[in-house]
């Protein structure tokens, strides 16, 4: 087992990573706020209903709740800077304290519209609120020492317990929407009361039995009832569900050595890197079910990896290095961290992405004139807003960041493990340590270490590194790289940075004779404000990248101009073909998780090979 690193132990360095904590806490907060505000979502929780008229939905517990965390968080590393948001927070708390039922019961759907429909509907989110409910309220305890919130969700954990375990007396035994189960586990672990972490046991544990009611036939795979957590093997559903069981079983693996579940995990996460995932890290290829399909099914145009499913991934693997050190992990949560994640936020730190597509032809959006528009093919939106009405994201997001920084260095043992690369300088059990470079645009890193009490070190090789060169010696093993230090030293890493194209597996058809462009951990793509409209007329040889040229832009990553090919104009339909007939062009590739943040664009990652 091992143990990573929290973010209040982390000072971040000036540089990309510590510019967009900074964006998350000096605009993204106040921005969702205000939005949250004016949507009513906080209303929800002040349980005023009757006096405003504004309909709480059955996702508003959950949303405002991933706030609070993300405030919270926010407060455990600079409390003064937060000092209105903890006012506000607390006001809240008075609220849900004076609304909570006398057995504990606490949602403001059901208590302020729906009272005699508690607990009788799996779909309708109360599980799934209630466990971020638990969540905010541990991180708000952590971060302030009031334990109110704390009291208020033990009480309504006492109530759930009574409905689903004791005297049964709910309709259904799982929620619909896994995220009680992590939520329990993490309440456990603060308050030190294993009843919470048998009631995620419970939770988990009975998915699958066949005992709750469905709404359609065949929906077992959508909600991730097909199997109980002993026979997983396969990532199915609607993938932030998925996630976050797969979350909730790795501690419960974690917590009681279960070999056999670590095991089905191992299987999992298999399955969605080299079936299911987006070149991006993002999961999820179709918005019906918000879910994963079938082994290779990676429509780029119509993906919707979603943006919680980037966190929640980034959640699981966490938890999976947590149990066993092993490379692809790490491998994961970096692909995800500079393409998926980033992608879902606009530069402005005000407007997000719920889903993030790899490509957007412009003139695919009202092509079918002679349909009614609720009758035309559903495509992704082609720019950020500021609020959706299903708005898990955001909050998501300001969780996330205000977080940033765990899982940085693991500790194995009597060894640090170095997972990612962020500029920072970390506290750990085993002594100071310091990262330093421009890891995205340079690839190399400085590790320094003072006062380090292992005699060994070891750090991530990433997996687009081709040839990594140190000024010391180290043991290349399975996927990393142990050097033999003393308590004071100094490593200079250099990964071998450059521009490459990838290709996707043959029997994704999408990407078939087509290749993308990265550069380190990032992913590239084009976009029509550089280069044109209908990307698909372009082409590249793979030879190109030998004299790509870059140039740091307003993003702070790298601009990559190299030369490709244009498909020469043709006022003919069809026309027979003795040659390809192209052009030359110099084309320009930003950083995927920078498009759409100019004028509406086509964008592709992916590109026709010539």
């Not at 991006?280 to 990896?305: C, H, I, M, Q, W």
């Not at 870059?550 to 101009?561: A, E, P, V, W």
């Amino acid at each position: 087992m091992a143990s990573m690193n929290r973010f209040t132990a982390v000072k971040l360095r000036d540089g990309f990573w510590r510019d967009r904590v900074k964006l998350n806490s000096e605009v993204s907060i106040d921005a969702v706020k205000n939005r949250f505000e004016q949507s009513g979502r906080f209303d929800a929780l002040r349980f005023n209903y009757a006096e405003t008229g504004k309909q709480p939905h059955v996702y508003f517990d959950s949303d405002a709740a991933k706030w609070i965390e993300a405030v919270a968080y926010l407060i455990q590393k600079d409390r003064e800077s937060q000092a209105e948001n903890e006012k506000f927070i607390d006001s809240l708390i008075d609220c849900m304290e004076k609304a909570q039922r006398a057995d504990g019961y606490l949602n403001s759907t059901f208590l302020q519209t729906r009272p005699d429909e508690i607990f009788t509907d799996r779909n309708m989110h109360e599980l799934y609120c209630a466990g971020h409910l638990i969540e905010a309220a541990v991180a708000y305890d952590k971060a302030t020492g009031k334990d109110k919130f704390l009291r208020i969700v033990e009480r309504y954990c006492d109530c759930i317990e009574r409905a689903f375990i004791t005297e049964k007396t709910a309709a259904f035994v799982t929620p619909g929407h896994e995220e009680i189960e992590l939520a329990l586990y993490k309440l456990y672990k603060h308050t030190g009361k294993k009843k919470y972490l048998d009631m995620a046991k419970f939770f988990l544990t009975e998915r699958g039995k066949g005992k709750d009611p469905y709404a359609i036939e065949g929906s077992r795979l959508a909600t991730q009832d097909d199997t109980d957590i002993y026979g997983l093997h396969f990532a199915n559903g609607h993938c932030v569900r998925a996630l976050y069981l797969y979350c909730a079983v790795a501690d419960y693996a974690r917590e009681t050595g279960d070999e056999t579940l670590f095991a089905n995990l191992c299987d999992v996460f298999d399955d969605i890197t080299t079936r299911k995932m987006y070149v991006t890290g993002g999961v999820g290829s179709t918005y019906r079910g918000e879910a994963f399909t079938v082994p290779y099914d990676l429509d780029n145009g119509k993906a919707y990896s979603e943006s919680c499913a980037a966190i929640a991934f980034i959640l699981f693997a966490r938890r999976m290095r947590a149990i066993r050190r092993d490379a692809r992990f790490g491998h994961l949560i970096e692909r995800v961290m500079y393409n998926a994640l980033l992608s879902s936020t606009g530069l402005d730190g005000k407007t997000f992405f719920y889903e993030n597509p790899l490509s957007i032809t412009l003139a695919d959006y009202g092509r079918e004139v002679a349909s009614p528009e609720n009758y035309r093919e559903r495509l992704p939106i082609t720019s950020r807003v500021e609020l959706f009405d299903c708005s898990c994201c955001p909050p998501n997001i300001n969780r996330f960041f205000a977080s940033f920084g765990d899982g940085i260095v693991y500790r194995d043992g009597e060894e640090l493990t170095i997972e990612q690369f962020v500029p920072s300088e970390i506290d750990t059990s085993l002594g100071k340590i310091e990262i330093a470079g421009e890891y995205a645009l340079t690839g190399k890193v400085t590790v320094s270490g003072r006062g380090y009490k292992g005699k060994t070190i070891a750090v991530r090789i990433p997996e687009w590194c081709g040839n990594m060169t140190a000024d010391a010696a180290f043991e290349r093993k399975d996927g990393y790289a142990r050097f033999s230090v003393s308590d004071a030293f100094t490593l200079s890493l250099d990964f071998g940075i450059r521009a490459r194209f990838v290709c996707a597996n043959p029997a994704v058809r999408d990407d078939a004779g087509k290749a993308a462009l990265t550069f380190g951990p990032t992913v590239y793509c084009l976009e029509g404000v550089d280069n044109g409209d209908r990307l698909h007329r372009f082409s590249v040889s793979p030879d190109a990248v030998k004299n790509a040229a870059t140039k740091k832009d307003f993003h702070g990553l790298y601009t990559i101009t190299l030369d490709g090919f244009v498909d020469a104009a043709d006022e003919r339909l069809y026309r027979f073909c003795e040659r390809a007939e192209t052009e030359k062009k110099r084309l320009t590739f930003i950083p995927y998780f920078v498009f759409a943040n100019r004028e509406k664009s086509d964008m592709a990652v992916w590109v026709r090979l010539a």
